[in-house]
């Protein structure tokens, strides 16, 4: 059973950077593909990237092309998202979630068999 816990989350001012952290404990985490996704109340969990089991394909949302990026360690289990330029509007919940069952990104959440109990980013205008 695969176990994933986020941190980084806080406060920031528009324009700021945050890292979140991903880590994942049981399973096999080199073969699963990664994603994070965020979530306001009273909206669907919105994908935000993707990477494959290895690193070497990324998936991002248009929203934050150029700004995000992320990335994974898989010899310590770990999996980053490197958020620059933040706007009020990246305000939300971030989940980390598990692909078990493929090696490759995707950009749904029922793609993903695995989620974290999220960390709260909110940036202030």
């Known amino acids: 059973q695969v176990q994933l816990v986020e941190s980084g989350g806080g406060l920031v001012q528009a324009g700021g950077s945050l890292r979140l952290s991903c880590a994942a404990s049981g399973g096999t985490f080199s073969r699963y593909a990664m994603g994070w996704f965020r979530q306001v109340p009273g909206k669907a969990r919105e994908f935000v990237a993707a990477?494959?089991?290895?690193?070497?394909?990324?998936l991002y949302a248009d929203s934050v092309k150029g700004r995000f990026t992320i990335s994974r360690d898989n010899a310590k289990k770990m999996v980053y998202l490197q958020m620059n330029s933040l706007k009020p509007e990246d305000t939300a919940v971030y989940y980390c979630?598990?692909?078990?069952?493929?090696?490759?990104?995707?950009?749904?959440?029922?793609?993903?068999?695995?989620w974290g109990q999220g960390t709260q980013v909110s940036v202030s205008s």
């Open positions: 979630a598990a692909r078990s069952k493929s090696l490759l990104v995707a950009s749904t959440p029922r793609e993903y068999d695995h």
């Open positions: 990477i494959s089991w290895s690193g070497g394909s990324t």
